[in-house]
């Protein structure tokens, strides 16, 4: 079989042409060149970039050719594969894209260099207004495979269909694109190979820095998925080698509003009137709907601040952020 099978993995949610079943690791083709791109640093104790690097340099069926740790943004990885002669004559073979991810709030990458975040909403907006750079013709070919991994990004489909959008080339047939509905994970096994691993999960959400019980969250999971899980168990394990365990990450949602005069900012003299106010507040009401997580799931703070401007000037500004916790119930298949 030929073909360029593109893979966009991580964690922390138009038209289609075509759509595979399940991803493509090897085409087995000598003359096309593979590449993973490592899209960032490891900033927790879970080495997740460094498994992933170590899986894509050494796994017997995922390897690739090149590994590429420089790229940042998924303009700079078409820029790249459009511009690299490491591809040689043929088109790209396959292509990772290691980055973390959520159905929720799309890829923790920006679209470009001081562009914006590459949430659902502005992935789609990037294809409807055209402002994303084109893979050249040649780049890849009719039977091209993408295959997108990121923490159950397949679940979204704004995103899977403007990935799709994104990463059609300006001629020839698209790629076929898949992407994971399953949480990625990378984990070494008893011979020390780093394996990539899928796993089903079940979301529960809370505010940051107030978390239940495990009792309250244990009936709440029971009611809304299966009572036939055990998720107390699930909820006091954080190890992989229990089978059934739990991950959890911070979504943050934020926004400045800026003002002429000091005295033109709001005063607030409680918690619910600050709530009222940021409910009032359309803009940062949108935010929170693109998440699809409750406005009460997030703790909220709001602040009359000085705010540096992209001028480097000082202005009046009033900056609201909510964080929700997302808990993840995992299990590995």
Not at 30 to 48: A, E, L
Not at 106 to 111: C, E, P
Not at 140 to 162: A, E, P, Q, T, Y
Not at 260 to 283: F, G, L, M, T, V
Request: glycine share 6%.
């Amino acid at each position: 079989m030929t073909g360029v099978a593109f893979m966009i993995l991580g964690c922390y949610y138009l038209g289609i042409e075509k759509e595979s079943t399940s991803p493509i690791t090897n085409t087995g083709i000598p003359s096309r060149k593979s590449i993973t791109f490592i899209m960032g640093d490891d900033k927790t104790s879970v080495p997740y970039f460094a498994l992933a690097e170590d899986h894509f340099l050494s796994h017997s069926e995922s390897q690739t050719d090149l590994i590429v740790k420089t790229c940042r943004t998924l303009e700079d990885v078409i820029q790249y594969l459009n511009n690299s002669e490491s591809r040689g004559s043929s088109p790209w073979s396959i292509i990772n894209i290691v980055a973390h991810g959520n159905p929720q709030t799309g890829l923790n990458l920006y679209l470009k260099d001081g562009g914006h975040k590459a949430t659902p909403k502005r992935m789609l907006q990037s294809v409807l207004l055209s402002t994303n750079t084109r893979l050249k013709e040649g780049r890849v070919d009719s039977i091209s495979n993408i295959n997108v991994w990121s923490c159950g990004i397949g679940k979204n489909l704004m995103i899977n269909l403007s990935l799709k959008e994104i990463f059609k080339p300006i001629g020839g047939p698209a790629p076929t694109v898949y992407c994971s509905p399953h949480f990625v994970i990378f984990y070494p096994d008893n011979n020390n190979q780093v394996q990539r691993l899928k796993a089903s999960y079940w979301p529960y959400y809370f505010k940051r820095g107030y978390r239940p019980s495990i009792s309250e969250m244990s009936y709440a999971l029971s009611r809304k998925f299966s009572d036939t899980i055990d998720w107390a168990q699930a909820l006091e394990s954080e190890s992989i080698e229990e089978g059934i365990f739990h991950q959890k990450y911070h979504i943050p949602v934020s926004h400045i509003w800026l003002y002429e005069n000091k005295d033109d900012r709001p005063n607030w003299s409680n918690q619910k009137e600050k709530e009222a106010w940021i409910k009032a507040q359309q803009i940062i009401m949108d935010k929170v709907g693109e998440t699809e997580i409750d406005f009460d799931k997030f703790n909220w703070q709001l602040n009359r601040i000085i705010h540096t401007n992209e001028k480097g000037d000082k202005v009046f500004a009033v900056k609201a952020i909510g964080m929700a916790t997302v808990l993840n119930v995992l299990s590995v298949e």
